[in-house]
């Protein structure tokens, strides 16, 4: 006999999410940790680690139907220690701090940027279209500087030899975080669809690509997804401005043939 009544049961099975929720925020307090005794490779792991960590609290929230306004608001606040403050300290720490105050003032910026970007998808959330992030996506801006701060450690360099390197990443990461380029989410995915075998197999040798040398496939794979959005915003330009010009253009044939 269920000795437990439904609803305290279906109230109990709220903390599965949170439970990811918290350990992405561990994963973020860790990096920071990390960072403050000069392991930088672990904590830019650990940033890593969390955004795994993040991914999977809204998948399953969404698959056992336990989404709540204090899950997305714990989500929010977990997202901005592991995706703003961490980022943001390890970097400075790692390479900015020779930098003086334009080293401050770049984590500064990648830090604002972060909370900017969390709070304009929290307000904007139902009015923008869900295929696409406006601005690019907090988690994705770690990535870019945990990346480059596990790539450039792994290949036997400091900060201190890629500071402006690693100044000009930070800023671009913190600007891009609170811009009005889009970025494909890919929410318009269907997990529960069936697939071409063929699928299976990308899937694989996407997984073996990244395991042969993860910094450096990961960074790459980040840094093209930055760049994505820029160049998706300028093929949108380009092909508004042709259809400007071909509407001036039918307007004066339009015209020119009134005139005759």
């Not at 811009?179 to 990308?202: H, Q």
């Not at 496939?217 to 400007?244: D, T």
Request: charged content about 15%; some cysteine.
């Amino acid at each position: 006999m269920n000795l437990i009544p439904i609803d305290k049961r279906r109230r109990g099975i709220y903390i599965l999410p949170n439970l990811f929720t918290t350990a992405a925020l561990f994963a973020g307090f860790y990096a920071i940790v990390q960072a403050m005794n000069d392991r930088f490779e672990y904590a830019a792991v650990a940033i890593f680690v969390a955004m795994v960590f993040d991914g999977l609290d809204g998948r399953v929230a969404r698959l056992t139907q336990t989404q709540s306004a204090f899950g997305a608001e714990y989500d929010s606040l977990s997202d901005m220690v592991s995706f703003g403050a961490a980022p943001a300290l390890v970097m400075y720490e790692w390479a900015l701090r020779d930098l003086g105050k334009l080293g401050w003032i770049a984590a500064f910026i990648y830090c604002a940027g972060a909370a900017l970007r969390l709070a304009r998808f929290n307000t904007n959330i139902d009015v923008v279209d869900k295929r696409y992030f406006q601005g690019l996506p907090s988690p994705a801006a770690a990535a870019l500087v945990a990346g480059l701060v596990w790539v450039v450690i792994d290949n036997g360099l400091s900060g201190e030899d890629v500071s402006w390197l690693a100044c000009f990443v930070t800023v671009f990461a913190g600007i891009s975080m609170v811009s009005n380029v889009f970025f494909w989410s890919g929410k318009d995915i269907n997990l529960k669809r069936s697939v071409p075998f063929i699928v299976l197999i990308a899937l694989v040798l996407a997984f073996a690509l990244v395991s042969s040398y993860p910094p450096g496939v990961l960074f790459a794979l980040f840094l093209a997804y930055a760049f994505s959005g820029y160049v998706l915003y300028g093929w949108r330009w380009m092909n508004r401005r042709r259809r400007r010009a071909e509407a001036a253009e039918a307007h004066r044939q339009e015209q020119h043939e009134a005139d005759r």
